[in-house]
């Protein structure tokens, strides 16, 4: 039997989802534009305003706010489940066979597909004062610096620092309208 997810009309949510096995995938564009494509699509899709993010090499955390019909449930089961057949597609274009093994391997031990990007579920948190909002968007922009990824948050172009400090929409839009 699965757990029934608590989800709160109207209430913010603090995503984390996870690469399986916490594979680095994640690390080059051409595996990463399929995230912010999809992310793009889908939060139209299922009307969720995306406030926050940041796509690191194996986990990715969201701040969203479902406005729509549909649950986060649905946004983050078909956020992964279009993602993780490109991203295998992507893999086989690349001929990665490391990965494409990974991918397999992953699908054989869960047994529920025949290739596996990302873990089971995700982990969420629902947001309940701004001051909770702004330390989850902090805590997501600093993200690559805990990681020694980078030293400056500007110089990560994987994340919506970008986009609140420099208005940079470039790579997907983030919805302000909350601050």
Not at 57 to 86: C, V
């Amino acid at each position: 039997m699965s757990k029934k997810r608590l989800e709160i009309e109207g209430h913010i949510y603090y995503i984390t989802t996870v690469v399986y096995n916490f594979l680095p995938v994640l690390t080059t564009p051409s595996f990463v534009l399929p995230v912010l494509d999809s992310l793009n699509f889908y939060k139209f899709k299922h009307k969720v305003k995306l406030l926050g993010y940041v796509i690191m090499p194996d986990h990715l955390h969201l701040l969203i706010w479902p406005f729509g019909e549909s649950s986060i449930s649905d946004f983050m089961r078909d956020l992964k489940k279009f993602t993780a057949s490109r991203i295998v597609r992507q893999a086989e274009v690349e001929n990665r066979q490391d990965l494409l093994a990974a991918f397999a391997q992953a699908g054989q031990e869960t047994g529920r597909s025949e290739n596996k990007v990302w873990q089971d579920s995700f982990w969420d948190k629902i947001i309940y004062t701004e001051k909770f909002l702004r330390q989850k968007l902090n805590y997501i922009h600093r993200n690559p610096i805990r990681a020694g990824l980078i030293d400056d948050l500007g110089d990560y172009p994987y994340s919506s620092y970008r986009n609140y400090v420099h208005d940079d929409q470039t790579l997907i839009e983030i919805d302000r309208e909350w601050s």
